[in-house]
Structures are given as structure tokens and as C-alpha cells.
């Protein structure tokens, strides 16, 4: 898949091994702009890895094949009800920022799950998150509402707003 992303064009591709350490390090610059994740450190590669679904994970590569972005899914439950409602995240690389990579990575997730049978995609964003709840809107989620200091980060209770995109596909 080749995606117009500005000033020059990326291409998005299963995000495999081969890109875990530019993933990862991706992952920590989000991490350490604060208003990403409660998450405090990146985890490593076996347990991101192990936690992410094979199937709902891609990578934005720059033309020299350097990793722009990331998105994966996770389950959100074993229940059978639940059993099309996965949850993601999606991270781009402070220089590769306001050209569309985050864009092109959530519309290659919402093509593989709706594919899947997947019907729900959701997300809980910080709502200092500009720019991720603008991305995610553009993208078709909308807000469910915001829980409010629903758990500390460094210390500080922080609300959190959850998003959703509930597939037309799929009835
Ligand atoms: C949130 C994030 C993924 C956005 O990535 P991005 O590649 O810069 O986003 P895009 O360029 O695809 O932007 C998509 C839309 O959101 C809008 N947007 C992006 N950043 C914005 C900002 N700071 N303020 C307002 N709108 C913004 C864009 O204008 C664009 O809309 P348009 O198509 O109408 O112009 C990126 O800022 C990031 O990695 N942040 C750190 C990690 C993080 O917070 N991840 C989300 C966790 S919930």
C-alpha cells in the first residue's frame, strides 16, 4: 500500500521484528512527551510482541525503509461477546509528525479488522492529547466520554477519554 503523507509518501507494511528497535524507541519518545500513556518505559520487544495481535499491527516506512509510525491492537477480553473489540495504539515519530503517517497506520488497521470480522476498535486517549483526539475523530471514532481521574501517572490522577469506531461493515 503506498499512502501520500506530504511532503513525501510513505509505505505502511506488517510491523515484524525487523522493526521492533525503531518501534520500541518510537514508543519511548511518546512515552516521554507525557501525555501518550500511563505507561512509564517501554516494554520489551517479547512482551510487545506477545501482547499484540499478528494480524492488526503495521509499521509507515520511509522510502529508505525507516519506521515513520506504529499501530497494533490488543483483545480487550476473552468473552465471546467481546470477541470483535480489540484496542489500540498508535505512535509516530516526532520528526515524521502532521503529514498524514498516523492517518495512513489507523486506516491500514481499521482495512485489516474490518477484514477480520472485527467490528469495534477503541482507545483511551489523555484529553490533553490534542492532536491524538483529532487524528482519531478524522479517523471515524467518536467519544464515549471521559473517565475522570481514573488512574495516576507520576503521581497525578489523570481523566481519560475513551473513543471508539464501531465498523458500518459489519452488521
Ligand atoms: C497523535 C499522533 C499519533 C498523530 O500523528 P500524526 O501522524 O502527526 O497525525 P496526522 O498527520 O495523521 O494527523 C491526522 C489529523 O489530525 C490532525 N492533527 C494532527 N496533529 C494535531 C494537533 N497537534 N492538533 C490538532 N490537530 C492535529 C491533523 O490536522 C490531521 O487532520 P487533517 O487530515 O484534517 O489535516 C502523534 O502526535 C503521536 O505519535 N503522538 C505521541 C503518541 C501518542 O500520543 N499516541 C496516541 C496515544 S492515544
Redesign the pocket.
Given at each position: 500500500m503506498s499512502v501520500g503523507t506530504g511532503s513525501s509518501s510513505s509505505v505502511i507494511v506488517p510491523l515484524t521484528a525487523e522493526h521492533a528497535e525503531q518501534v520500541l524507541a518510537i514508543y519511548r519518545a511518546?512515552i516521554d512527551?507525557g501525555?501518550?500513556?500511563f505507561e512509564t518505559t517501554p516494554p520489551d520487544w517479547e512482551t510487545f510482541d506477545a501482547a499484540k495481535l499478528p494480524d492488526h499491527r503495521f509499521v509507515a516506512l520511509d522510502e529508505h525503509g525507516a519506521v515513520l509510525?506504529w499501530v497494533a491492537a490488543t483483545k480487550v477480553s476473552d468473552r465471546c461477546a467481546y470477541a470483535g473489540v480489540v484496542e489500540h495504539?498508535?505512535?509516530?515519530h516526532p520528526a515524521?509528525?502532521?503529514?498524514?503517517?498516523?492517518?495512513a497506520l489507523l486506516k491500514a488497521l481499521i482495512d485489516s479488522t474490518e477484514q477480520a470480522g472485527v467490528w469495534t476498535i477503541q482507545?483511551g486517549?489523555f484529553p490533553e492529547?490534542?492532536?491524538?483526539l483529532?487524528?482519531h475523530q478524522?479517523a471515524g471514532f467518536r467519544v464515549i466520554g471521559t473517565r475522570e481521574r481514573i488512574g495516576r501517572h507520576h503521581g497525578r490522577w489523570r481523566d481519560v477519554v475513551l473513543v471508539e469506531r464501531r465498523s458500518p461493515a459489519i452488521d
Open positions: 511518546g512527551e501525555n501518550a500513556t509510525g495504539s498508535v505512535y509516530v515524521a509528525r502532521g503529514r498524514g503517517v498516523a492517518s482507545s486517549i492529547n490534542a492532536a491524538s483529532a487524528v478524522r
